[in-house]
C-alpha cells in the first residue's frame, strides 16, 4: 500500500534563506509525486508534479523537488524564502495515474517566514 | 481562471441536524471531490463522482451521502451531524482523472456542537 510521510509539522525559516520541506513515500510500484500548497484561508493549488520524466521537477513561484528512488524521498526546496511562502505544503503520492481518487495526501508541514 | 466555489465557508449546526455542504465548479470537469482535512491527518476523501449521478466511495465515506444532479454542482450531505464531523470540507474537480491535478474550493468550515 502506498503511503507518505512529511517529516515536521512546521518550519520555520528566515526571508532569504534555503526553504527544505521533506517528503518521503512508500509505493509498490514507481509512484507519480505531488506537491500542493494551501495559503491562508484559500483552498490548495498544485506547485509541481512528477510523472517518471526528469527526476528534478520545477514548479510555480521558485520551487522545486527532486526524485530520488534509493531515498524514496521527493523533497521540496527554494533558494530563497519569501515572506509571501508562508504556507501549508502538502505532499502527495498515487500508484495509479488513471484515477485522481488514488491520491494519498500527507498530514502537511506549515512553512512559517521570519522577518 | 478555473473556479471552484463552496457557498458556505462557515457554518454551525447541532447534533442530529441534516447539513448541506455545496460545491459548483465553473470549468466543465467530469470529475469532482469530497475531501476533509484535519490537522495532523492531512486530506481525506470522503466521496468522488466521475460523472453526473455516478459516485464511488473514498476513503471515510461513513456518515455521508453525496448527491450530484448536474454536472457542475455536487453536493455533501450529514445526514445527521455528530461532533466528530466537526472538520474543515474541501471540494475538489479536474478534467481528467490522468491528470493528478486537482483544483480545490476555499473550504467549509463546519462546526458541530
Known amino acids: 500500500a502506498q503511503s507518505v510521510t512529511q517529516l515536521g509539522s512546521h518550519v520555520s525559516v528566515s526571508e532569504g534563506a534555503l526553504v527544505l520541506l521533506r517528503c518521503n513515500y512508500s509505493s509498490s510500484v514507481p509512484p507519480y509525486l505531488f506537491w500542493y500548497v494551501q495559503y491562508p484561508n484559500q483552498g490548495l493549488q498544485l506547485l509541481l508534479k512528477?510523472?517518471?520524466?526528469?527526476?528534478l521537477v520545477k514548479g510555480i513561484n521558485g520551487f522545486e523537488a527532486e526524485f530520488k528512488k534509493s531515498e524514496t524521498s521527493f523533497h521540496l526546496t527554494k533558494p530563497s524564502a519569501h515572506m509571501s511562502d508562508a504556507a501549508e505544503y502538502f505532499c502527495a503520492v498515487s500508484d495509479d495515474y488513471s484515477s485522481a481518487s488514488k491520491i494519498i495526501f500527507g498530514s502537511g508541514t506549515r512553512l512559517s517566514i521570519r522577518p | 481562471d478555473v473556479k471552484v466555489t463552496q457557498s458556505s465557508r462557515y457554518l454551525v449546526k447541532r447534533t442530529g441536524e441534516k447539513v448541506f455542504l455545496e460545491c459548483v465548479q465553473d470549468m466543465d470537469h467530469e470529475n469532482m471531490f469530497w475531501y476533509r482535512q484535519d490537522p495532523g491527518l492531512g486530506l481525506r476523501l470522503i466521496y468522488f463522482?466521475?460523472?453526473?449521478?455516478?459516485?464511488e466511495k473514498g476513503d471515510i465515506p461513513e456518515g455521508y451521502s453525496v448527491s450530484r444532479e448536474k454536472k457542475e454542482r455536487f453536493s455533501l450531505i450529514l445526514e445527521s451531524a455528530s461532533t466528530n464531523q466537526t472538520s474543515m470540507y474541501l471540494c475538489?474537480?479536474?478534467?481528467?482523472?490522468?491528470?493528478?491535478?486537482?483544483?480545490f474550493g476555499e473550504g467549509s468550515r463546519l462546526t458541530v456542537l
Open positions: 475538489a474537480s479536474t478534467v481528467a482523472m490522468s491528470t493528478g491535478e486537482l483544483f
Open positions: 463522482s466521475y460523472d453526473v449521478k455516478m459516485k
Open positions: 512528477y510523472t517518471s520524466a526528469a527526476t
